[in-house]
């Protein structure tokens, strides 16, 4: 042992088992026996949630003013190294633990902020749980300090020390540097992607305007020979957050409404505009975690804009012409709005844990809204007089689309209140153990009614596009034949007298819902447009995790008697250079373009059976994110369409 080393730790000696050490030692044992306890699940969420988690102390230390910059370099291994220049974390000896305060925060349980009480942390991943957690979850974890003019080094094994913390040179910078390898014991897939990490650090530096992010990834080169990468920086926050959201929408007003402010020592920050379009967009943060279940802030949000807007609408006598009353959704029409508020002691509910609980923030964002928008009303008359318009004709459409609905309604009681007559239901009722596939064309559904167990299994089929939501109105959703079908197929009700877009899926009849499409552009854009359909009106199935994506195999491959499937190109490869005896020619390949030329067999086999199947869950990781996609995919471009359905639908082998 160098002399250094013994002056950085001089208590532990090897084989020194105190008490202490043993603690830590069952502390992160835990972890590695459940993991998802500690960050949500092991699969493609849970690994990247380990990048999150080490990134969020170097955010940390930029909110305190320490830092502006932070790196993520992913390298050819799928180890990450996120580096910051903060102050670094301290290396002097915690007294209490007898030893480098490096090694404390790297290796034991929720020691993250415990050395400096001033700072303020509120950041912190979804779960957060601190950096040891990663270290336990890491086959090999590296941490690098600059600071007092040294560089600290000490290297861990799935979270255990190799050696000291020891000085390893000189530095005039500081920092902190983090590199990581999953364990590839805890996690099924260690790869990582790309577009999930580049996508988070664009909304943190959106969220933390002023801070320097930056993405390398050392597997990837670009045509230059340079490393893929990106950087995110934003000067203004959250109003360019609302402006990228925005891009492919058409303004209903110039100004962005941007409020910055601190209300009863919660800070609140929120961006907002309106837009053309009929769909309410609204992402709301705490801590910078995407709080997707809404909460306090979210309700403060929606009072202080339906008062203050309701307000100046009575006053200017523009609401006298309306025969019925507004509610609180005819407010949100169009509106494209980020909340973001930073809470000392955030309280976290629902079901997964996204939903603010914390009842002094609606007052504090209710009153930030309400002051912040009654200045803009009266300095911009000719916007508040458009947007006050947009509200009223809101007000009118929710009203025909609810003589629409009724219309429907009432129908589909005269005739029974029966299912639709293109359904093909399967026997089963109990909901969470059937499942519904929507299949594009009529003649693929007939391939499916036939191929299908008809005791769990219902088929109905779509004909051609459905419609898309994105560019229709409420009422002519409701008069869709398809999205009726849908409707009625799956049990589900839309809208109630003061909420024209509240699900109600008590009577949901199945807890899947699988969307079978070809496997080409088209079946690729049919798809997009049944998911933006359920993105927009049916966001809580999508939460609940009951909608998927079929994944019909794009090969058959045949040899002699030998005959299976291959999902990519990849694979079909791989299966020749598997049956290889040298030839090729006598290897016959089958290109699937679409679910008709499977028959009733070869689709359950493939498609449908779940003992073979492959289904993808869609899940809404990003609303944000998602959201902008979705209005983008709406244009003409086939290329992100395509994208989309590789980045959002999970891989997710729910069946195995
Ligand atoms: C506690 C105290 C101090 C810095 C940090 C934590 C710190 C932690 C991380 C994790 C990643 N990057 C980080 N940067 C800083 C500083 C105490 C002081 O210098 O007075």
Request: hydrophobic share 35%; charged share 25%.
């Amino acid at each position: 042992m160098s002399e250094i080393e013994k002056k950085v730790n001089p208590s532990e000696g090897n084989g020194n088992y105190s008490a202490q050490s043993i603690q830590v030692l069952e502390g992160l044992e835990a972890v590695r026996k459940r993991p998802s306890m500690y960050i949500g699940d092991t699969n493609e969420k849970g690994l990247h949630h380990l990048v999150y988690e080490v990134i969020d102390n170097s955010i940390d230390e930029a909110l305190v003013g320490y830092c502006s910059n932070i790196d993520v370099v992913i390298h050819e291994d799928n180890s990450v190294t996120v580096r910051d220049d903060g102050r670094g974390i301290p290396t002097e000896i915690h007294t209490k633990e007898n030893r480098s305060a490096l090694e404390v925060v790297m290796t034991v349980l929720h020691a993250g902020g415990k050395f400096d009480k001033d700072s303020y942390k509120v950041s912190g991943g979804l779960h957060g749980v601190g950096v040891s957690c990663v270290n336990a979850l890491s086959s090999y974890l590296k941490a690098e300090v600059h600071r007092d003019g040294k560089v600290w080094v000490q290297e861990y094994s799935i979270g255990k020390p190799k050696e000291n913390v020891k000085i390893v040179g000189e530095t005039n910078l500081t920092g902190t540097y983090i590199t990581f390898k999953p364990d590839a014991t805890i996690f099924q897939n260690t790869v990582y992607k790309y577009e999930i990490l580049a996508a988070r650090l664009r909304e943190l530096a959106y969220l933390n305007a002023g801070i320097r992010l930056t993405i390398i990834d050392e597997r990837q080169k670009d045509e230059n020979g340079e490393f893929k990468s990106d950087e995110f920086y934003s000067e203004e926050g959250l109003k360019e957050f609302v402006n990228y959201l925005d891009d492919t929408r058409v303004k209903l007003t110039q100004e962005i409404i941007h409020i910055v402010t601190d209300k009863n020592d919660i800070p609140v920050e929120i961006a907002m505009q309106y837009n053309t379009t009929f769909s309410e967009n609204i992402h709301s943060y705490v801590n910078n975690i995407n709080t997707i279940e809404g909460g306090t802030h979210l309700t403060g949000f929606r009072r202080g804009l339906t008062r203050t807007l309701k307000n100046y609408a009575e006053n200017s006598g523009i609401l006298s012409k309306l025969k019925f009353d507004i509610s609180g959704d005819d407010f949100r029409e169009g509106l494209t709005a980020v909340i973001s508020v930073k809470v000392a002691e955030p309280q976290f509910e629902g079901q997964t844990k996204t939903k603010l609980g914390n009842s002094e923030v609606s007052l504090a964002v209710d009153q930030s809204v309400s002051e912040a928008l009654s200045i803009y009303l009266e300095e911009n008359p000719r916007s508040a007089r458009i947007i006050v318009n947009k509200v009223v004709l809101a007000a009118q459409a929710r009203h025909a689309a609810r003589k629409a609905r009724e219309m429907v309604q009432r129908k589909n009681a005269l005739s029974g209140g029966g299912l639709p007559g293109k359904l093909s239901d399967c026997s089963e009722k109990d909901p969470s153990l059937t499942e519904v596939f929507l299949v594009e064309g009529d003649s693929a559904g007939g391939t499916a009614k036939q191929g299908r167990d008809r005791k769990f299994q219902a088929i109905l089929p779509l004909r051609g596009k459905i419609l898309n939501v994105e560019k229709a109105m409420l009422h002519k959703i409701f008069e869709n034949e398809e999205i009726k079908n849908i409707f009625t197929a799956l049990g589900v009700t839309i809208g109630t007298e003061d909420d024209s877009k509240a699900l109600n899926m008590e009577k949901l009849r199945y807890h899947k819902v699988i969307i079978m499409t070809d496997a080409d552009v088209d079946g690729s854009h049919i798809a997009t447009l049944i998911m933006t359909f359920f993105f927009r009106y049916m966001q809580d199935l999508i939460k609940a995790g009951y909608l998927y994506i079929a994944a019909p195999p794009l090969f058959l491959l045949k040899k002699g008697k030998k005959e299976t499937y291959a999902w990519s190109e990849q694979q079909r490869r791989h299966i020749i250079d598997e049956w290889a005896d040298g030839i090729e020619s006598n290897l016959h390949t089958q290109r699937y373009k679409g679910l008709g030329e499977m028959n009733a067999e070869q689709l359950w086999h493939t498609t449908m059976n779940p003992e073979n199947r492959t289904l993808q869950q869609v899940t809404i990781e990003n609303a944000a994110e998602a959201d902008h996609i979705f209005s983008m995919l709406m244009g003409d471009d086939v290329p992100p369409r395509r994208k989309f359905i590789e980045d959002h639908a999970t891989y997710a082998n729910i069946d195995a």
